[in-house]
């Protein structure tokens, strides 16, 4: 049972890690005061190390992987460049050992004192429509075609007792949108454009709602906010549907530093009663306060557009 049904809970989304995590992330967490941090994956090219760090996180947490954290391992391309001899060592599998229950890619984890359960969709994703690393999945999950991708993340939100389902991804679904910028929009190559989310993805959830299940927020990383082919402005972080937030939490590099100051940023989310209320994203300076605060999203005026509010200069 939620602990106190009438304080609103606050979720911090660590986006795309890529080797960026100090003991001073901790300590910023702390002060941001929350009841839950997820992370999206790419904690780096199978960063053990970092992981390890992780791991030992004293915080409610929920983790997926991203095709970064199997860079030498998944693909014929990654083998050929592996700094280390895969007969000796499987980091991958170090890695899934380090965070054991928190890692959730094709699993779940309750959190009954919040009423919600996290449920993990397809970890180590790439994105797009084809199903790549089939030996790869078939080996370490048994999983060989996205049909059976959809039957797993489906048979774990089914299988949660609590009210609420946050879906964590490392890539996002199909769906919403196609446009470069889109939140998962393909914004490289020829053509430029197309929806690169996880078809899986869509369809579990899909599904999931069908049977009833509510799901009030999507998250996940992977499509940078900042796009390839144009400087003139950043991704579309969030969408919002009937009864659920998606949120693309991939703002990179998420630690900036120069000569004056270091700042690191962290996406929020607060839900209230089972709903998103907010969401958007923070920079925290290196006295830990809130230095510039990013809101996507409200729930009382439905903001379409994100909108900044300076609280202190960064």
């Not at 660590?14 to 941090?37: P, S, T």
């Not at 996205?146 to 991804?169: K, P, Q, W």
């Not at 991939?250 to 900036?256: D, E, F, S, T």
């Not at 958007?280 to 005026?301: H, I, K, S």
């Amino acid at each position: 049972m939620l602990e106190n049904p009438t304080k609103p809970i606050r979720i911090a989304i660590v986006g795309d890690v890529h080797d960026q995590w100090e003991d001073a992330d901790e300590i910023a967490l702390q002060h941001l005061d929350i009841d839950l941090v997820l992370f999206v994956g790419d904690f780096g090219n199978e960063a053990v190390e970092l992981v390890s760090r992780l791991a030992a996180l004293d915080l409610p947490k929920a983790t997926i992987f991203g095709n970064h954290d199997a860079w030498y391992t998944a693909s014929d391309w990654g083998r050929s460049k592996s700094p280390y001899d895969p007969k000796v060592e499987d980091r991958v599998q170090q890695q899934i050992n380090l965070l054991g229950a928190s890692a959730v890619g094709y699993g779940k984890l309750d959190f009954p004192r919040l009423n919600l359960c996290v449920v993990g969709s397809r970890p180590f994703s790439w994105g797009g429509m084809e199903w790549k690393y089939r030996d790869f999945y078939q080996e370490r999950y048994g999983i060989g075609s996205f049909e059976a991708s959809i039957d797993r993340i489906v048979e774990m939100g089914m299988s949660t007792t609590c009210e609420h389902l946050i879906m964590i991804g490392h890539n996002g679904p199909t769906g919403l949108g196609e446009e470069p910028e889109s939140i998962c929009g393909k914004d490289w190559g020829e053509p430029i454009g197309g929806d690169y989310g996880d078809p899986d993805l869509a369809a579990a959830i899909s599904r999931l709602q069908t049977h009833g299940k509510s799901i009030p927020l999507v998250t996940f990383g992977h499509m940078h906010h900042k796009l390839r082919h144009t400087k003139d402005r950043l991704r579309q972080p969030i969408v919002v549907r009937p009864g659920t937030v998606y949120l693309n939490a991939a703002r990179c590099p998420r630690i900036l530093s120069t000569i004056e100051r270091t700042v690191r940023n962290f996406s929020l989310v607060t839900m209230h009663e089972g709903k998103v209320t907010q969401a958007g994203l923070v920079w925290m300076t290196e006295d830990f306060q809130v230095g510039l605060e990013e809101v996507y999203w409200r729930a009382e005026n439905d903001a379409k557009q994100p909108e900044s509010s300076i609280v202190n200069a960064i």
